[in-house]
């Protein structure tokens, strides 16, 4: 059989016949491709919404948090890699869209509004998000994405109906930054126009040490944002040495400060993360 193209992100991996993607978690089955990962969850949580972040969706609420394996980004400095970086080998639990829906719901007494697709690149799990979605669609709860961004308009518009609100991660604002991660800087930015337009929305950008830390890309990332709406919620991250980045400090707490005065000339909602 020929090789089948994957649709959901702009990496488009050409797959044969068991083969598996970029992305560690989406696979050719010998009819489609389609996610690997499906139900395999790595890590589950009651989380408080804030957790996500999430600083203006039903604040003082909580969410189910679960997360699967593989990301279609390779950032150096990933703070979850021992997940996003992990392939089908990681040890999951498997859980059905039905169960997850029905675990969600009987959370509801401890405050739970929905399920967040979280901890790793929720959008390589596609077919697991949309089918628990819809199920909780109907019974009045939430579907929350934290994600990278890097998804095809096509895919994102399919499912953006059952989405009630998306963290985005903004790596920075250049497409030499994403270069370095395997990223496409424009696709990230469709996916927040796209998303603002239909949910609930809110950016984090993680300051790298010597990587993102400009005030000039700060300036023009916050202005950038509030062309879309003003009422963006920005989160302004502080790094940590992880992964294969352990020779830099910490960021300055004083620098996400600065960086957090420079986002508020631009956007009403700024806030200083991790300090």
């Given amino acids: 059989m020929d090789k089948i193209i994957c649709e959901i992100c702009p990496h488009h991996c050409r797959l044969a ?7 560690r978690g989406r696979i050719n089955d010998g009819k489609k491709i389609t996610a690997l990962n499906y139900g395999a969850i790595t890590s589950i949580a009651l989380d408080p919404i804030e957790k996500k972040p999430l600083y203006k969706f039903f604040p003082g609420s ?19 890699f021992e997940i996003s970086m992990a392939d089908s080998t990681f ?18 007494p401890q405050k739970n509004i929905g399920v967040a697709f979280t901890y790793n690149e929720p959008f390589i799990s596609y077919e697991f998000v949309r089918d ?13 994405l934290v994600t990278n961004g890097t ?8 499912i953006l109906p059952l989405i009630d609100a998306m963290n985005i991660d903004l790596k920075g604002f250049s497409q030499e930054i994403y270069s370095t991660l395997g990223g496409d800087f424009e696709t990230v930015k469709k996916t927040i126009e796209l998303a603002a337009q239909n949910c609930h929305v809110e950016v984090t ?32 991250s502080r790094f940590f040495p992880r992964y294969k980045v352990t020779n830099l400090p910490p960021t300055p707490v004083k620098k996400i400060y600065e960086l957090v005065d420079i986002a508020k000339r631009h956007l009403n909602f700024v806030f200083a993360g991790n300090c």
């Fill in 17 to 23: 016949v068991g083969e598996v993607g970029r992305c």
């Fill in 205 to 236: 950008t993680l300051i790298v040490p010597t990587m993102n830390d400009s005030p000039d890309d700060m300036d023009a990332e916050s202005t950038w944002l509030a062309s879309i709406s003003k009422d963006i919620p920005l989160h302004i």
């Fill in 62 to 80: 909580r969410i189910l948090s679960v997360g699967s394996y593989g990301c279609n980004l390779n950032c150096p400095f990933c703070q979850n």
């Fill in 132 to 144: 628990t979605s819809n199920l909780l669609k109907a019974v009045g709860l939430k579907s929350v």
């Fill in 91 to 108: 040890p999951t639990r498997q859980i059905t869209p039905e169960q997850l829906a029905g675990l969600a719901t009987e959370l509801i």
């Fill in 151 to 158: 998804v095809s308009p096509g895919a994102l518009k399919k």
